[in-house]
């Protein structure tokens, strides 16, 4: 669907109520530059020169580029290590091509993480989507508009190449050097710092780090668990155990025939029942029901509402799989049938039963049933649903028998989908656990285990819903620690306020 973007609610959210409540930190806003530019001509010559770097920021992502462009800002020398031999490929590769930015709007209730949930609403205060979208159009130079029904944040463009290539532009005109196929395999303390191993070149020096390298989801582009390894082998960090996350899930579909392709909005929820205890099933516990796209697949599920339940059910099962030996890149995990699990219930139409139920009773008797769904459903949904009822599509209304009218409204309106699986990090588009935000600081990210080291980004124990809040994340937290980490080695353990 070709992009619908309103530029004029993008100017009106700059007249709004917003702009008054934050013209304070406008004015701070636009202090700030004005100080760094001073702390940037103590560096101005040394960043022309070849001298080390003051910050490295290891991995060239979204959050990556986000913290070199922050860092360098403050004035610090910065170089980029990058293990590929481009920055940015999920960029390129996100939101269908097109990069949704950022959400209009965002709260901790969009995130999901098994640390402290104060912690994460401490990261996220320290900026907001409207801060952020400014940083986005007025320093990166990048146009958004809103897109119609979705309320996401697009480049005008619909490019997301114009997002990659500006960002890393505005990372250069910073003074940020960025180097390509510079894999860093380990971390090492030092007296002065920490000292960095990479692939196929000599050990190198640095003051200070900030770990930007991403989570195990996509590894075909660069990212493979390494700041993972590195954050618990070289900086004693305990990780809440990483998963796929935002990943299609597996199953078959409805009447036993399959039908990839098949697209609907619809109503799901995730129920969870207390594992190994029986009598708990009647206290089901409901959690956050998503109203969105739901798209059969070739071997399951997938579209914005199941990828972002996903994980309720991914979690559990990566969690039984690892006590089972599994290591955490294991792909592609599959039910034995015998584990409890959380179940995702859809509602197809959204409808009420009872609406359900008056539909399916209503004259003419002579009315076939098919056609009462096929009004509301697609048609290969409708007749599948018909099969789940065990009932033929010759049906007339008047002939419907109520133990089938019964069954075929459970299949309506509270469906569970059979998942056995999910398709694991090869097509998940986050990774869920990583570094605790218990064992970092969150005014600064700074490691509290391994001071000096700053993190950012998806190897964080955090991820956002569809619609833009990864970024969010990815920008907000890479600018937190990139300040940070120059704050440090500028001026000592100053932190951001
Ligand atoms: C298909 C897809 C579509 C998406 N669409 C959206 C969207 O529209 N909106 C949204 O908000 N989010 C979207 N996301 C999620 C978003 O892309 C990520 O959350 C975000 O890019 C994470 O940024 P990051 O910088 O933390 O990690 P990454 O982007 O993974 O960057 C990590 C970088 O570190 C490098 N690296 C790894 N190991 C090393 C090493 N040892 N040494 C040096 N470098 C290393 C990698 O090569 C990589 O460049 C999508 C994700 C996918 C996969």
Redesign the pocket.
């Known amino acids: 669907m070709g992009a619908m973007l309103n530029t004029r609610a993008v100017g009106a959210a700059r007249l709004g109520a917003s702009s008054v409540r934050f013209s304070v930190g406008r004015i701070a806003h636009r202090v700030r530059p004005l100080v760094a530019t001073l702390a940037r001509r103590r560096h101005a010559i040394a960043s022309a020169s070849n001298d080390p770097p003051e910050v490295a920021v ?7 580029l986000t913290a070199a462009y922050f860092a360098a800002k403050e004035g610090a020398r910065v170089t980029v ?4 031999s481009e ?5 390129l ?3 269908g091509a097109r ?3 950022l959400p209009v709007a965002g709260s901790a209730a969009d995130f999901v993480t098994e640390s402290t949930p104060r912690l994460l609403k401490n990261v996220l205060a320290s900026w907001n989507v409207e801060r952020c979208r400014e940083w986005l159009e007025d320093d990166v130079g990048l146009a958004l508009g809103i897109e119609h029904v979705t309320n996401k944040y697009f480049p005008l463009s619909n490019s997301s190449r114009e997002v990659r290539d500006k960002l890393l532009q505005a990372c250069v005109s910073e003074g940020v050097k960025v180097r390509y196929g ?4 380990s971390l090492r303390r030092t007296d002065e710092g920490w000292a960095l191993r990479i692939r196929d070149a000599s050990e190198e020096n640095v003051p200070v780090v900030v770990l ?4 195990l ?2 590894p075909a ?4 668990g ?2 993972y390894a590195i954050a618990r082998r070289d900086l004693n960090h305990v990780l809440n155990e990483p998963y796929p996350a935002l990943v299609p899930l597996t199953g078959a579909h409805p009447g036993g025939e399959m039908m990839p392709g098949v697209s609907v909005d619809v109503s799901l929820e995730c129920e969870t029942v207390a594992v190994g205890d029986e009598k708990s099933k009647k206290k089901k516990k409901k959690s956050k029901a998503s109203r969105e796209g739901f798209l059969f697949t070739h071997r399951g599920y997938s579209g914005p509402s199941v990828l972002d339940l996903s994980h309720n059910v991914v979690r559990p099962l990566a969690r039984l799989a690892r006590e089972g030996g599994a290591s955490e890149r294991d792909d592609e995990k599959s039910v034995d049938g015998t584990t409890p699990l959380p179940s995702l219930v859809v509602n197809w139409s959204g409808e009420s039963r009872e609406m359900w139920q008056t539909r399916l009773t209503a004259p003419p008797g002579k009315a076939l049933v098919a056609t009462r769904l096929r009004d509301a459903l697609p048609q290969r949904l409708a007749d599948a649903l018909l099969v789940e009822g065990g009932i033929d599509n010759t049906c007339k209304v008047a002939d419907l028998r109520k133990e089938n009218r019964l069954k075929l409204l459970d299949a309506l309106t509270r469906y569970t989908i059979p998942v056995d699986g999910h398709q694991g990090y090869r097509k998940a ?2 990774t869920g656990g990583g570094v605790a935000l218990d064992e970092i600081d969150t005014k600064s990210m700074q490691s509290l285990a391994s001071p000096g080291v700053f993190f ?4 964080c124990d955090v ?2 819903r569809i619609g ?7 920008w907000t937290s890479g600018r937190l620690a990139g300040m940070s980490a120059a704050r440090k080695v500028l001026d000592g353990t100053r932190t951001v306020a």
């Open positions: 290891l991995g060239g992502g979204a959050a990556g290590y990058e293990r590929t920055a940015g490929k999920k960029i590769m996100s939101g990069c949704n930015v510079a894999s860093v395999e930007a390298m991403g989570g989801s996509f582009v660069g990212t493979d390494t700041g588009e986050v950012c980004g998806e190897v991820f956002g833009g809040f990864n970024f969010l994340w990815a």
